[in-house]
């Protein structure tokens, strides 16, 4: 049974930073490939960012590259997601996402954590 656990959500203003965190609950945490996700209201959910099994290849959806940077710690079954530069567009529920190595989607989810910027 794989669970995803996030946390560090909250409220920021505008150009502020946030640091979520997702805790795994997976035996072998350095077979999965790791994704964040986030939907905003009224919206459809939307890739934010993705790194592979041992950290490297990170990628980023476009509207958040130089600001966001996601990580992990395969020793503490954690990924990360640094925030800095938070506009009020950033506003939405963050989703921590898992996927074994190779598989085509992602299916495991986390409840998710409320991100809200203000400006």
């Known amino acids: 049974q794989v669970q995803l656990v996030e946390s560090g959500g909250g409220s920021v203003q505008s150009g502020g930073s946030l640091r979520l965190s997702c805790a795994a609950s997976?035996?072998?945490?350095?077979?999965?490939?790791m994704a964040w996700f986030r939907q905003a209201p009224e919206k459809e959910r939307e890739f934010v960012a993705a790194i592979n099994w041992n950290g490297g290849n990170p990628y980023y959806a476009d509207s958040v590259k130089g600001r966001f940077t996601i990580s992990r710690d395969n020793a503490k079954n954690t990924v990360y997601l640094q925030m800095n530069s938070l506009k009020p567009e950033d506003t939405a529920v963050y989703y921590c996402?898992?996927?074994?190595?190779?598989?085509?989607?992602?299916?495991?989810w986390g409840q998710g954590t409320q991100v809200t910027v203000s400006s």
């Open positions: 997976i035996r072998t945490f350095s077979r999965y490939a």
């Open positions: 996402a898992a996927k074994v190595v190779g598989a085509a989607r992602y299916d495991y």
